[in-house]
């Protein structure tokens, strides 16, 4: 069946005029944007206490590389008599609301907001943690713009440390979304662990990193293609999942590759290809006949080089020669699948 949106597109192609897709689509959260300035990051960025800005960023920046940080920390420019951060905090895109979590004592995200978006039909959720507080008149389903206030900048988190004034930040990520059963899923796979938000619960978001997201765009300018961008990331590993209908099939249908062998012969499962944190950014049917094994999900292959570089995850393991899916890689694949 064509849908409107795409006879919509089709009708533009045809008639010659610019798609849909919006230029430059992603904003800074905060005034803060000295990113963009010859070194600039350590006013960008805060680094965890006693380490350096690069801390601050995102992937397997802390622990040795062993720790992801899934977010950008960036710093305060503003603050009150008492030094608290008094920074407006900014809607990346536009968007609604679709959580906001006011009970900084659930989360070390503390006070939380999530924002969807859809950008070139993509599905990504932004999210703002340690506010001070999400502006009182938004609520899931409220519909904001870009750059448009949404919060003010705090430092809550429900961890024993916190966040000293002067580390004060806005811990921002840009976000895929992996399951919208993780409820159950959780409900099912975890049962010991509370869940206090539902499918908003972090597991359940795979981060983009968003400061190579801002470079690429102000490099490219309308240029920029996210869908591009993530298409493009490294590989870390492939594996094939012998599930045929899954969620992120549909919510993330530009990522799929065509396999004419398996439109001929049917559809077993996928090859998927994942980005050190798991990002599944190309997916390709397979037929029966191409998938050598009969476990439910198979790695295929490791991209050694960028394990080495960014093993945080912990998504595959070597033991000896060899290297298998790790348990945070299966429970990935189970919560993908699921
Ligand atoms: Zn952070």
């Given amino acids: 069946m064509i849908t409107l949106r795409r006879l919509a597109s089709a009708l533009l192609l045809v008639l010659g005029l610019p798609t849909l897709a919006p230029a430059q689509p992603f904003h800074f959260p905060t005034a803060n944007h000295a990113l963009f300035e010859p070194g600039g990051e350590e006013r960008f960025f805060v680094g965890t206490t006693g380490k350096s800005w690069t801390s601050g960023t995102f992937g397997c920046v802390r622990s040795e590389g062993w720790q992801m940080h899934e977010g950008l920390d960036i710093r305060c420019l503003q603050r009150d008599k008492r030094g608290e951060p008094t920074d407006p905090v900014l809607a990346t895109a536009d968007g609604t609301v679709v959580y906001i979590n006011r009970h900084p004592s659930l989360s070390n995200y503390g006070n939380y907001l999530i924002l969807k978006h859809i950008i070139e039909g993509l599905e990504i959720y932004s ?20 750059g448009e206030p949404i919060a003010t900048m705090g430092r809550t988190a429900n961890t024993h440390e916190g966040i000293s004034k002067e580390r004060a930040h806005v811990h921002f990520e840009l976000n895929v979304l992996l399951n919208d059963r993780y409820a159950f899923w959780h409900k099912k796979n975890l049962p010991d662990q509370r869940n206090d938000h539902g499918n908003w619960n972090g597991q359940n978001l795979l981060g983009l990193d968003p400061r190579l997201i801002l470079l690429k765009q102000h490099e490219m300018g309308s240029q920029f293609s996210l869908l591009n961008f993530i ?66 999900f198979q790695l295929l292959s490791v991209n050694q080089a960028e394990y080495q570089v960014n093993p945080g995850r912990r998504l595959v393991a070597r033991h000896g020669r060899h290297w298998e899916l790790a348990h945070q890689g299966l429970n990935l694949l189970d919560l993908l699948t699921f």
Avoid: M
Wanted: charged letters at 25%.
């Fill in 127 to 146: 999210l703002y943690a340690h506010l001070q507080e999400a502006r009182s008149d938004l609520a899931p389903g409220v519909a904001v713009k870009s």
């Fill in 231 to 296: 298409q493009h990331q490294t590989e870390l590993c492939r594996v094939v999942v012998r599930k045929t209908d899954f969620p992120w099939l549909k919510r993330y249908h530009a990522l799929l590759k065509s396999n004419p062998r398996a439109e001929s012969e049917g559809v077993a499962g996928y090859e998927l290809a994942l980005n050190f944190n798991g990002v599944p950014f190309e997916v390709i049917p397979r037929a029966a006949s191409e998938i050598r094994e009969k476990a439910a």
